[in-house]
């Protein structure tokens, strides 16, 4: 039923024909989730991509992020993350510089 309502939110409304990107939180371990979220750039870290990545935010850029089991992030993650929404820029892992970002966001959770 979360699905179905956040992907209703995103095609009722005037972002309908931009990206819809959804992710069950508690599927990403810990230690990827955020190069996942924000993205990396080239070399940043060992094993990183050589073109870097880009990041489940940007992907969602003018679009919808539903975050499925937001409870499941960890705190620290939270917080980085109510930082992109406060200043609707994000910066990825590795980089200097930061973009403007423009999406919306749906979250859900099963606790309290």
């Known amino acids: 039923g979360k699905s179905t309502f956040a992907r209703a939110v995103h095609d009722q409304s005037n972002r309908k024909k931009e990206p819809f990107i959804e992710v069950n939180c508690s599927t990403i371990p810990d230690s990827l989730f955020e190069s996942e ?3 990396y750039e080239p070399g940043s870290f060992t094993g990183a991509n050589k073109q870097g990545r880009q990041g489940l935010i940007e992907q969602a850029d003018s ?33 200097k510089k930061e973009s403007h970002i423009n999406f919306r966001l749906v979250a859900a959770t099963n606790q309290d």
Request: no cysteine.
């Open 37 to 39: 979220i924000f993205g």
């Open 63 to 95: 679009g919808t992020l539903f975050l499925d089991e937001i409870g499941e992030l960890p705190l620290a993650m939270q917080a980085k993350l109510l930082k992109v929404l406060q200043e609707k820029k994000i910066k990825r892992i590795g980089g």
